[in-house]
């Protein structure tokens, strides 16, 4: 994660960055928590959490979260914006040319199956390990087949 911006600590709340970005705020979502945002979240070096406001599918790969009135700071200003590739705003999705397959097996015995949502918890699992950015990119298909395992001799 590279971070983009973050609103210095000497200004006041009533006080605007001119070096900030825009916020970018999806469509009423400054007054509806309902509305829906990117949500893509990072954590800043002191801990602190945020989330992406912008809205969802943004055309660039970096990320914008505002001050909103539950959190304190300058409601409606860019506190902290980050970004999962080098390469600056407008630098767009990652290239989904050319595409890499990886086939992988799992084998184990049924009575290990105790979630119902396995496949998809699978599936979940191997996202994980790819940037947030590159989900949209990331096809991950899961099959589940029971077999007898053979027995020997």
Same mark, same amino acid.
């Given at each position: 994660?590279?971070?983009?911006?973050?609103? =210095?600590? $000497?200004?006041? @709340? &009533?006080?605007?960055?001119?070096?900030?970005?825009?916020?970018?705020? /999806?469509? *009423?979502?400054?007054?509806?928590?309902?509305?829906?945002?990117?949500?893509?979240?990072?954590?800043?070096?002191?801990?602190?959490?945020?989330?992406?406001?912008?809205? =969802?599918? $943004?055309?660039? @790969? &970096?990320?914008?979260?505002?001050?909103?009135?539950?959190?304190?700071? /300058?409601? *409606?200003?860019?506190?902290?914006?980050?970004?999962?590739?080098?390469?600056?705003?407008?630098?767009?999705?990652?290239?989904?040319?050319?595409?890499?397959?990886?086939?992988?097996?799992?084998?184990?015995?049924?009575?290990?199956?105790?979630?119902?949502?396995?496949?998809?918890?699978?599936?979940?699992?191997?996202?994980?390990?790819?940037?947030?950015?590159?989900?949209?990119?990331?096809?991950?298909?899961?099959?589940?087949?029971?077999?007898?395992?053979?027995?020997?001799?």
């Amino acid at each position: 994660m590279f971070i983009t911006y973050e609103r =210095p600590t $000497h200004l006041t @709340d &009533e006080q605007t960055d001119p070096q900030a970005p825009a916020a970018d705020l /999806a469509p *009423g979502a400054d007054v509806d928590p309902r509305v829906p945002v990117c949500g893509a979240s990072t954590y800043d070096v002191d801990g602190t959490r945020w989330t992406c406001t912008r809205g =969802p599918g $943004h055309a660039d @790969d &970096e990320h914008r979260a505002v001050f909103d009135r539950y959190h304190g700071g /300058a409601v *409606g200003q860019v506190a902290f914006a980050w970004q999962y590739e080098w390469g600056g705003a407008g630098h767009g999705p990652s290239s989904t040319v050319p595409m890499t397959t990886v086939i992988v097996t799992v084998s184990f015995p049924s009575t290990a199956w105790t979630n119902e949502q396995l496949p998809e918890s699978i599936a979940d699992e191997v996202r994980s390990v790819f940037w947030e950015c590159d989900h949209d990119d990331v096809t991950v298909q899961t099959i589940a087949t029971s077999t007898t395992h053979p027995v020997a001799g």
